[in-house]
């Protein structure tokens, strides 16, 4: 056997940087330091490296693959490894792009680590800087008396674990599910300081306990003391509509977990119905996924200003592609004037730029594809000029997606938050989204009423009430009440 050393540094700096390496040996086996620390998820296998690693390997060909963060290009160098000594080889790393530098920074919003973590505070320590993560969100949950790993760590901002261009919080997932047709669901919050009780309620809790309080209420807590909340699961859960119509939350979690389907409908159908809800996404179970949303921040880079850039809406997600949107001169997050019943054109641009090829980047208006760019598959970046017709209030958005998998065996894909156009709310479909959550409500409450668990009838009749003041919001949009 041999001893292979790799020193890992960026291209331009010429800094030692964390990574991740997959290693292959020329019969075929993935090899790794005995102590280190093994990504999560499907694809590839790949240890996480400090800077510097070192394996034995027998002779011959050794495959060597080096991956940091989205913005870097993956390397792969093959080392040709003799039967006995050592080789040392460096691996420089090239970024394909640097959004950082352009005021884009990345975050994954929702984290945790399960029970069978043996090296937490070690994961933590590498994982912002293996995936090139600005803000990375770890969270306290409950499930009974599981003594998940990531539930060690005290709430807030955390600055062990903290650098100036790597910054962790930890906060909250408060959640509910029920084991007899539906639950509220479950939302995240960050920058808290205070835990807010009950992080779980219902099942999750004891067979027991009572499926009471409701998410809005903890939402509230979480505000008072500044908090931010996110919603998570693609709007998964019977009180999201409710939650989302009553003003609780700041923006919606998408693709989170990544191991489920990619999906935008509810969300789409919550802004049809004029509720501003800007895009985020994160992992769930461990960076499983390369997922991240892009924040812009007005001024220097800060926990506070990348909140308030997601709050403003200024974001796009992805598990590689950068993809930016301009309509009429504004940007995501933005409002353009209504056309007051006066339909005028107005001009726009798409830019996007990706290590991974895309086949097609689109541009949503209301929930809808009103213009697609096909691509062939080869072309990595580019940018499209085009002219849009605007009838009524509403909201524009563009997307892009890719056929080649990256080493999380994932298709790429991107989507910006919207621009809104006056109230943000499309009239001729808004009837339409409306309705939709009209019915969920209505068979939300029906299961409330017949299946829930309380302590006392007036927490029913609270949470009855609660989902009904939800509910004359889109049934006044739907014309029901």
């Known amino acids: 056997m041999a001893t292979l050393k790799g020193i890992i540094r960026d291209s331009v700096s010429g800094a030692s940087v964390e990574a991740k390496v997959h290693v292959l040996t020329s019969s075929g086996r993935f090899v790794h330091p005995a102590d280190s620390i093994l990504k999560i998820g499907p694809g590839d296998p790949f240890f996480y490296c ?59 919003t929702h984290l945790h680590y399960n029970e069978d973590e043996a090296q937490p505070d070690a994961r933590l320590h590498l994982d912002p800087k293996v995936h090139d993560l600005s803000v990375t969100v770890i969270s306290l949950l409950q499930r009974g008396e599981i003594p998940y790993a990531s539930n060690k760590y005290p709430l807030g901002f955390m600055t062990d674990y903290s650098t100036a261009h790597h910054l962790v919080d930890c906060g909250e997932e408060n959640r509910h599910n029920s084991s007899y047709g539906g639950g509220s669901g479950h939302v995240m919050f960050l920058h808290i300081e205070n835990l807010v009780e009950p992080v779980s309620r219902g099942k999750l809790v004891s067979d027991f306990d009572p499926d009471y309080p409701p998410i809005c209420y903890a939402c509230d807590d979480a505000k008072r003391q500044g908090g931010v909340v996110l919603w998570c699961h693609n709007g998964r859960g019977m009180e999201a509509p409710v939650a989302a119509a009553l003003g609780k939350l700041d923006a919606f979690n998408l693709f989170d977990p990544a191991w489920k389907d990619l999906e935008y409908d509810i969300w789409y159908h919550l802004l049809n119905c004029g509720i501003p809800l800007p895009a985020s996404t994160g992992t769930d179970w461990f960076i499983c996924a390369n997922n991240r949303v892009y924040v812009q921040t007005d001024g220097d880079f800060t926990y506070e200003s990348w909140l308030k850039g997601l709050q403003a809406g200024r974001t796009f997600i992805t598990n590689g592609p950068a993809l930016f949107l301009n309509l009429d001169g504004q940007a995501p997050g933005s409002t353009i004037e209504s056309p007051n019943g006066q339909p005028r054109t107005v001009s726009g641009q798409i830019r996007w730029g990706s290590h991974y090829p895309l086949t097609r980047v689109e541009l949503v208006q209301n929930g809808a594809v009103t213009q697609t760019v096909p691509l062939d598959g080869k072309k990595q970046d580019g940018e499209w000029g085009f002219d849009l017709q605007i009838e009524s209030d509403g909201w524009v958005a563009a997307r892009a997606f890719g056929e080649a998998r990256d080493s999380f065996a994932q298709p790429v894909y991107a989507h910006t938050s919207p621009i809104y156009i006056g109230t943000g709310r499309p009239d001729s479909i808004a009837q339409e989204s409306a309705t939709f959550f009209v019915r969920s409500i209505d068979n939300a409450m029906e299961i409330v009423n017949r299946d829930w668990r309380f302590t006392k009838d007036t927490q029913r009749e609270e949470v009855l009430h609660l989902f009904n003041e939800g509910r004359k919001v889109y049934a006044d949009l739907a014309g029901l009440r």
Do not use: C
Request: charge should be negative; avoid cysteine.
């Open 50 to 108: 400090p800077g510097e690693f070192t394996v034995d390997v027998p002779r011959g060909s050794t495959d060597i693959v080096v991956e940091r963060g989205t913005e870097y290009e993956p390397l792969r160098k093959v080392v040709s490894m003799p039967a006995k000594g050592a080789v040392e080889v460096e691996l420089h790393l090239k970024r394909w792009a640097d959004l950082p530098s352009q005021g884009w920074y990345p975050g994954n």
